[in-house]
Every structure is written in structure tokens, then in C-alpha cells.
């Protein structure tokens, strides 16, 4: 029992509830990746770990600074409140683990990838160390990205062409022009789980001083004209690529995440319109986890739109990821 109430506390001092992101991204990898000689189950499973690994690191890497930060602005660790409807570095404010446990934390979370990546360096070539080194410099710039509206791009760009394209890589040393192309689909789906939670958080990141592309739009309707651009072009990419890189047609299954895009966009138009609405799961709008618990915090108003943004990232990587092997 000692043991599970260490890894419970450990998953939930990384936020590990959003490592569906990682996972995603790997759909499409393993799809183009199992067709290659060079693949093995092995490596791939080795890709998954470092990948998640290096998520979580930089998950609580970004609460770390944020503590830190409020810290040097002469701020008591117990006084430190976040504006935020999901709690933020519980875990760190109410003294669960020290700064020199954090620390450790972050060293393994950290040097166990960097270790998979120098074995993946020897067997498919050094621009394994390329993507890692790219990686690992928006990695450590993310918790200040957000004083330059570029917090969104760039998680984006590290789920979308980064982990994709090198971890195709690293798994058969080879590059796809196909699977590039798909990885910038993966990139928009990615932008609308980050667009949506930001525009929930309007008035938080507002009073924080935060620099989201929301706030860069200036009103919450060109906010929600640019989610529905984003959703454009996540499923005009994938149609591009069929018609002219010869990506598989059963790609297309993509368009099975049309019920999740349509509800998310109704949805997020009533929350800026200020309506009351009945937050109703169906199974066809995918996984709402704990759902009777959210509904007793009365934050189900903020989840069933977050779930419904992430479950259409997730599921219109699984789906491309389907149409290629299929």
C-alpha cells in the first residue's frame, strides 16, 4: 500500500493525466515505423519511455519555476496561490516533497532519456542528438515562453514534428515526407487542447500576467474564430496529404472525430456566450474519467470542454495512426 501511495503521489506531483499528449504523438511513429526492417518493439517501447520520462520532467520543471518565482518575490511557500480552475504544484505548496526531493526528481527524469537518446544515437546516427538537443532547448525555455505568447507553439511543435519526425528516426534512421506532413495535423490537434484550456483560463492568465496566444488575439471571439481555424486545418492537412503525398486513404478515418470537433465548438461558443448549458458525456465524444467526482467540485463547466479537447487530440492521432496501417 506504501508503494501505490508513493506512485499515486509521484503521477499526480508530474501531472502524468497529461501524458495522452505523448502518447498520441507515438500513434503515428509506430504506424510508420512497424513497416521499416529496422523496427523492434523493444526500441520502440525504449522511445515511449525516455518520451514520457522527459514529459513528466517537463511538466514539473514548469511548476518548479513557477514556485520558485513567486518565492523570489518574497512570497511564503504555504501563502503561494495559482489562478487557475485545476489545482497547480499542490504537492510542492503543501510541502509533500522538499526542493532537494524535486531536484532529484528532475535528475532522473532527465539523464535516464539522455542515456536512451545516446542509444538510439549509436544504432540510427547523430541526428538522434539533434532532435534531442532541439528538444531539450524548448524544453528549458517553456517556463518563460509564456511571456512571449509562444507557450502554445511551442508544446506544439515538441508533440507535433519533434517527437514525431525524431522518433521516427530514431527508430529506423530514416525520414518520411508523408509522416512530416501528418505530424503538422498532430501539431493543430495539438494547439486546440491548448488553445481551449487557455481560453478557459482567460482571466487567470490575464490577472498573472501570462502571454497566451488567447490574450495575443485580444477578444475571446477571434480566440474561438482561431480554435476553429485550428480545427480546419488539422483535417485539411490530412485530406492535402492524401490527394498529393500519397498518404494512405484510410487516414481519412480522421473525419471520425467530426462529433468531438463539432460539440467542442459548440461548446466552447457557449462558454463565451455565458450560457447555461446541460454537460451531458456521450461514449462518441470519447473518455470522461471521474466525472462523477468533477461534478461534486462543480468544475465540470471547465473538464467537459478540456476533455473534449484532449479526446479529439488523442483520438484524431489514433485514427491517422489506424488509416496507415490499415
Known amino acids: 500500500m506504501y508503494f501505490l501511495n508513493k506512485i499515486k503521489s509521484f503521477l499526480q506531483l508530474t501531472r502524468a493525466y497529461s501524458l495522452g499528449v505523448t502518447f498520441a504523438s507515438c500513434l503515428p511513429v509506430l504506424a510508420f515505423a512497424h513497416y521499416s526492417e529496422r523496427f523492434s518493439i523493444f526500441n520502440f517501447a525504449l522511445l515511449l519511455i525516455a518520451l514520457c520520462l522527459v514529459h513528466l520532467g517537463a511538466n514539473l520543471f514548469d511548476d518548479y519555476i513557477d514556485v520558485k518565482q513567486k518565492l523570489k518575490n518574497n512570497q511564503n511557500l504555504k501563502d503561494i496561490k495559482f489562478n487557475s480552475f485545476v489545482p497547480k504544484a499542490k504537492l510542492i505548496l503543501d510541502g509533500t516533497y522538499s526542493f532537494f526531493d524535486l531536484n532529484l526528481i528532475l535528475f532522473f527524469l532527465f539523464i535516464i532519456p539522455l542515456f536512451i537518446g545516446i542509444y538510439f544515437a549509436f544504432i540510427s546516427g547523430w541526428q538522434v542528438l539533434l532532435f534531442a538537443f532541439f528538444g531539450g532547448i524548448l524544453t528549458l525555455i517553456y517556463p518563460i515562453s509564456s511571456r512571449y505568447y509562444l507557450a502554445e507553439i511551442i508544446i506544439g511543435l515538441i508533440y507535433g514534428p519533434l517527437i514525431i519526425m525524431g522518433g521516427y528516426f530514431a527508430l529506423t534512421g530514416e525520414f518520411n515526407s508523408g509522416l512530416f506532413l501528418l505530424s503538422w495535423a498532430i501539431f493543430f490537434a ?5 488553445h481551449t484550456h487557455s481560453l478557459m483560463d482567460w ?14 488575439l485580444k477578444t475571446k471571439r477571434n480566440a474561438m474564430r482561431t480554435l476553429k481555424g485550428m480545427i480546419f486545418a488539422s483535417y485539411f492537412i490530412i485530406i492535402f496529404g492524401v490527394l498529393t503525398l500519397n498518404l494512405n ?21 457557449d462558454y463565451i456566450n455565458i450560457n447555461n448549458v446541460k454537460f451531458t458525456p456521450r461514449w462518441y465524444y470519447g473518455f470522461f ?3 462523477k467526482e468533477i461534478e461534486q467540485k462543480n468544475i465540470a463547466f471547465f473538464m467537459y470542454r478540456f476533455y473534449l479537447a484532449r479526446n479529439f487530440s488523442f483520438f484524431f492521432a489514433l485514427f491517422a495512426a489506424i488509416g496507415t496501417i490499415v
Do not use: R
Open 190 to 194: 495539438t494547439l486546440i487542447l491548448l
Open 203 to 216: 482571466e487567470f492568465d490575464e490577472s498573472d500576467g501570462k502571454k497566451t496566444l488567447c490574450l495575443y
Open 289 to 291: 474519467e471521474n466525472w
Open 249 to 269: 486513404p484510410h487516414t481519412l478515418y480522421v473525419f471520425l472525430t467530426l462529433p468531438i470537433a463539432t460539440k467542442l465548438q459548440e461548446s466552447m461558443n
